[in-house]
């Protein structure tokens, strides 16, 4: 997302599935080779797909050695389902052998919209998932269409994204002047956006995704799909399962998204969990004897927002020269509430910000940018977002609606709120209109799906994970007790044996399960 005031756009839901990749390392492995050559889904595994898809899942796919120990390969898929020999787009794949026998294959998703589930499967994924798991499946990643390795929506060059997190809004404008500014930079982004992208950006839905996985599942190998999903990875599951619920194997849901809720609720209910997830952490912080949060919760959130309208009133200067916009202070900001392994850095953090120095809000702000020391940004992760977000939602940008929306989530958190508003101006000049509208997940027919919530997750809120799974007629569903997004993988043996036993085994948790 390219903008004047970056967080005025929800960039909340863009870091959603970060816990999950931001601390990944790549970690010493197999030494054996992978895998490799071409191969073709088999008749059994295929199933009854329509006429006119039939030469994507009958496709002959080469896996060839990729990454050190990983196989990759290019699969082909409509890209318009409407019309699937129109033309075809790529998307990129992932493989890391199971390291004993595997019983399968299990694809992930590790979040976003945007997240590369490649690189996650590369960087990540031993660190991420248990050796049982591992031992037990081969595990795909794949980057979904339009994003990163895949066919992928280009919207602003790496000089110009540099260029954008440097902008910021007078802090003497009005809300007028500023939402006009907003405006203005929203339409020279679209018009980016569709210029460069061409008609693949009105193609990335999360529908259409769903459907690119179930080639995925056949030239795999699989006849059901066994999947571990992320936070938005959790919405594409919920979409595949009812697109096909007799193709679903084993699927757990981890970190979810409500997917009846509009993106104006979506944002609402993230204010409301971040801020939750603030004074949790100032709760934590002030039993610390180095805190420099004084006094009670409510006098550490009054020197946080204190804090945030200092930069906004006048950016800092890093260590490195470079300035840091109220944009990207906030999103350097959040990212360490994604895991609470994370709030002593963000102690630390906020210490030398209180005295001049926002280097490690920077420092955060680009790991979740994916930008490199040199520069460079290593995915297209936040233009993604919001292109998958423009087409999977109807936003009104209608200004009584906003000016409303806006004072609601101002009042939902005094740090947060003001920085979350006006994010539909971000779609109101966008190439394609949503293809998609928010509805209940269903799934009738398809076996039992684990769905995991954790009480303290400000990116998905657990209420959101209750409904996934009361929607999902099979669903059972699971709560970890703890702070941050997503569980498992952090959490401890409870969720991961929970989690192991259904994916490996097919033993299904018990209904209310905590941990």
Same mark, same amino acid.
């Given at each position: 997302?390219?903008?004047?005031?970056?967080?005025?756009?929800?960039?909340?839901?863009?870091?959603?599935?970060?816990?999950?990749?931001?601390?990944?390392?790549?970690?010493?492995?197999?030494?054996?080779?992978?895998?490799?050559?071409?191969?073709?889904?088999?008749?059994?595994?295929?199933?009854?797909?329509?006429?006119?898809?039939?030469?994507?899942?009958?496709?002959?796919?080469?896996?060839?050695?990729?990454?050190?120990?990983?196989?990759?390969?290019?699969?082909?898929?409509?890209?318009?389902?409407?019309?699937?020999?129109?033309?075809?787009?790529?998307?990129?794949?992932?493989?890391?052998?199971?390291?004993?026998?595997?019983?399968?294959?299990?694809?992930?998703?590790?979040?976003?919209?945007?997240?590369?589930?490649?690189?996650?499967?590369?960087?990540?994924?031993?660190?991420?998932?248990?050796?049982?798991?591992?031992?037990?499946?081969?595990?795909?990643?794949?980057?979904?269409?339009?994003?990163?390795?895949?066919?992928?929506?280009?919207?602003?060059?790496?000089?110009?994204?540099?260029?954008?997190?440097?902008?910021?809004?007078?802090?003497?404008?009005?809300?007028?002047?500023?939402?006009?500014?907003?405006?203005?930079?929203?339409?020279?982004?679209?018009?980016?956006?569709?210029?460069?992208?061409?008609?693949?950006?009105?193609?990335?839905?999360?529908?259409?995704?769903?459907?690119?996985?179930?080639?995925?599942?056949?030239?795999?190998?699989?006849?059901?799909?066994?999947?571990?999903?992320?936070?938005?990875?959790?919405?594409?599951?919920?979409?595949?399962?009812?697109?096909?619920?007799?193709? #679903?194997?084993? /699927?757990?849901?981890?970190?979810?998204? =409500? +997917?009846?809720?509009?993106? !104006? $609720?979506?944002? *609402?209910?993230?204010?409301?969990?971040?801020?939750?997830?603030?004074?949790?952490?100032?709760?934590?912080?002030?039993?610390?004897?180095?805190?420099?949060?004084?006094?009670?919760?409510?006098?550490?959130?009054?020197?946080?927002?204190?804090?945030?309208?200092?930069?906004?009133?006048?950016?800092?200067?890093?260590?490195?020269?470079?300035?840091?916009?109220?944009?990207?202070?906030?999103?350097?900001?959040?990212?360490?509430?994604?895991?609470?392994?994370?709030?002593?850095?963000?102690?630390?953090?906020?210490?030398?910000?209180?005295?001049?120095?926002?280097?490690?809000?920077?420092?955060?702000?680009?790991?979740?940018?994916?930008?490199?020391?040199?520069?460079?940004?290593?995915?297209?992760?936040?233009?993604?977002?919001?292109? #998958?977000?423009? /087409?999977?939602?109807?936003?009104?940008? =209608? +200004?009584?609606?906003?000016? !409303? $929306?806006?004072? *609601?989530?101002?009042?939902?958190?005094?740090?947060?709120?003001?920085?979350?508003?006006?994010?539909?101006?971000?779609?109101?000049?966008?190439?394609?209109?949503?293809?998609?509208?928010?509805?209940?997940?269903?799934?009738?027919?398809?076996?039992?799906?684990?769905?995991?919530?954790?009480?303290?997750?400000?990116?998905?809120?657990?209420?959101?994970?209750?409904?996934?799974?009361?929607?999902?007629?099979?669903?059972?569903?699971?709560?970890?007790?703890?702070?941050?997004?997503?569980?498992?993988?952090?959490?401890?043996?409870?969720?991961?044996?929970?989690?192991?036993?259904?994916?490996?085994?097919?033993?299904?948790?018990?209904?209310?399960?905590?941990?």
């Amino acid at each position: 997302m390219t903008h004047s005031k970056p967080v005025r756009r929800s960039p909340l839901r863009s870091l959603a599935g970060a816990a999950a990749v931001v601390v990944g390392l790549v970690l010493s492995g197999c030494t054996a080779g992978p895998d490799t050559g071409a191969v073709t889904a088999p008749p059994e595994v295929i199933g009854e797909v329509p006429e006119n898809l039939q030469e994507f899942y009958t496709q002959e796919i080469t896996w060839e050695e990729c990454e050190g120990e990983f196989a990759c390969a290019t699969v082909k898929v409509p890209l318009d389902y409407s019309d699937p020999g129109r033309q075809s787009i790529d998307i990129a794949a992932i493989r890391l052998d199971a390291s004993g026998e595997p019983q399968g294959s299990l694809l992930m998703n590790p979040g976003g919209p945007g997240v590369s589930g490649y690189n996650t499967v590369r960087d990540s994924a031993e660190f991420l998932l248990s050796d049982r798991l591992r031992q037990s499946y081969d595990v795909i990643g794949f980057d979904p269409r339009g994003i990163n390795r895949s066919s992928a929506v280009e919207c602003l060059t790496d000089e110009e994204r540099e260029e954008a997190r440097t902008e910021t809004i007078p802090p003497d404008a009005t809300d007028e002047e500023a939402i006009a500014l907003i405006e203005e930079d929203s339409a020279e982004y679209a018009e980016l956006c569709a210029e460069r992208s061409g008609e693949l950006l009105g193609y990335i839905d999360t529908v259409s995704a769903a459907k690119d996985m179930d080639i995925l599942r056949a030239l795999v190998g699989d006849e059901k799909l066994n999947y571990l999903g992320f936070s938005y990875g959790t919405q594409l599951g919920a979409a595949y399962a009812g697109l096909f619920p007799e193709k #679903v194997g084993r /699927l757990v849901l981890d970190g979810a998204v =409500d +997917p009846s809720l509009s993106s !104006a $609720e979506i944002t *609402a209910g993230q204010v409301a969990a971040f801020d939750e997830a603030l004074r949790s952490y100032i709760a934590d912080c002030q039993s610390q004897s180095d805190c420099p949060l004084p006094g009670d919760v409510e006098e550490g959130v009054s020197v946080v927002d204190d804090l945030f309208e200092s930069v906004e009133a006048s950016p800092m200067t890093a260590s490195d020269g470079r300035l840091v916009t109220i944009g990207t202070f906030f999103q350097g900001f959040v990212l360490p509430l994604y895991d609470s392994g994370s709030w002593p850095a963000l102690t630390g953090a906020i210490d030398r910000a209180l005295q001049g120095d926002p280097t490690e809000f920077l420092r955060f702000a680009d790991l979740s940018a994916e930008r490199q020391p040199t520069g460079e940004y290593l995915t297209n992760a936040s233009d993604a977002f919001t292109a #998958v977000t423009c /087409l999977d939602y109807p936003m009104s940008a =209608d +200004p009584e609606t906003m000016a !409303a $929306e806006a004072e *609601a989530l101002e009042a939902s958190s005094e740090v947060f709120g003001e920085y979350l508003s006006y994010g539909a101006l971000a779609c109101e000049n966008w190439e394609y209109e949503p293809v998609n509208e928010p509805a209940p997940a269903s799934a009738p027919g398809a076996p039992p799906m684990v769905v995991i919530g954790t009480t303290g997750d400000p990116a998905t809120p657990y209420e959101w994970s209750l409904a996934l799974a009361d929607q999902l007629e099979s669903a059972v569903h699971v709560t970890w007790e703890g702070q941050g997004h997503t569980a498992y993988g952090r959490s401890g043996e409870c969720i991961e044996s929970l989690v192991d036993d259904f994916l490996i085994d097919g033993t299904v948790p018990d209904d209310g399960a905590r941990c």
